[in-house]
């Protein structure tokens, strides 16, 4: 294990919070991540009820991006949580939950590129949209998407399998990527594969919205609109493109705040994981004027249901 991991793992194990602290993080994680589940949860529902989203390239990549994002957010609570109650698992139990969590940690940025392609052609090319963004490309760009965020993280498991001791795997370890997956080797591949994530993500990211912004200065419809979602989308895109820097990150949160560091990796976990799932309802479901007609009138059907039901 490099210097790096050994240190933050280190940092972690030999500071436990108190049992008052540990009970208010775990409360505060768990009733914001219900709560974003619950919305996300609702967002999918409206979805799957109206066969007139599932035509619409835009509804599909969100329909992927919520999906993806209420499986990271339902990982990153349960590692949270186990972290306190169990502290240590065995690494059989904890590269599961590892793999899902890298594989849906590098679903979202490449999501957000594409849906910033979407709206790109939407707004730039309105000719040529129904073209060029068929649903048949569309679920070929979802599956390519998954398809590359799983040969990135497989191979952890792979240089792991062949590298550690049978017994190792029985062993018990506080639950993060860098003991799962300890091997020198693995963090300089994954130092190399966020570096290459955040040029090609973001020459995309900056390229599309760009060029919108400035069809949206010159446009008279709707410009108002179109620039205030492109400064959400960027500000979604930035807090989930951080977490290709946590490791910088958690490096200078150790040497700066050593007696502190538990709570400065809780600040890191919220800042990292859990906000930036919480952006993605209020762009993609309440902004959007038909997926929140939709979305009003499935709440408004639930809360009258339960009324009568009482």
């Not at 109206?50 to 957010?73: A, E, G, K, W």
């Not at 018990?172 to 966020?194: G, H, N």
Request: some cysteine; hydrophobic content about 50%.
């Amino acid at each position: 294990m490099s210097q790096a991991a050994s240190a933050n793992v280190s940092g972690v194990a030999d500071y436990r919070d108190s049992l008052t602290k540990a009970a208010v993080k775990n409360a505060l994680v768990l009733a914001i991540g219900v709560s974003i589940n619950y919305i996300n949860a609702g967002l999918v529902y409206t979805f799957c009820r109206h066969q007139m989203f599932y035509s619409n390239p835009r509804y599909i990549l969100f329909f992927t991006l919520v999906l993806n994002d209420m499986i990271q957010m339902s990982v990153g609570i349960t590692l949270f949580v186990i972290s306190y109650a169990l502290y240590r698992i065995s690494v059989y139990s904890c590269a599961p939950f590892i793999l899902m969590a890298i594989i849906t940690t590098e679903n979202t940025p490449l999501i957000l590129a594409c849906m910033a392609g979407e709206c790109y052609v939407a707004v730039c090319l309105p000719l040529h949209r129904a073209r060029i963004c068929t649903v048949r490309r569309t679920l070929v760009l979802i599956a390519s998407i998954w398809t590359v965020s799983v040969i990135s993280a497989f191979p952890d498991l792979f240089v792991t399998l062949a590298t550690e001791r049978l017994d190792f795997f029985s062993s018990r370890i506080f639950c993060l990527r860098e003991t799962a997956f300890p091997s020198e080797a693995l963090a300089r591949k994954r130092d190399v594969t966020y570096i290459v994530y955040l040029v090609l993500v973001w020459s995309v990211i900056f390229f599309t919205y760009f060029k919108i912004l400035f069809t949206a200065r010159t446009a008279s419809k709707d410009a108002k609109k179109a620039r205030r979602t492109i400064v959400l989308h960027g500000v979604q895109v930035l807090l989930c493109m951080s977490t290709y820097a946590v490791p910088l990150v958690k490096d200078a949160l150790l040497r700066v705040f050593p007696e502190n560091y538990s709570d400065s990796l809780f600040a890191c976990y919220v800042v990292v994981q859990v906000w930036p799932r919480s952006v993605s309802p209020i762009i993609y479901g309440v902004r959007d004027k038909c997926f929140r007609k939709y979305l009003k009138r499935y709440l408004i059907c639930r809360t009258a249901g339960r009324v009568r039901t009482s």
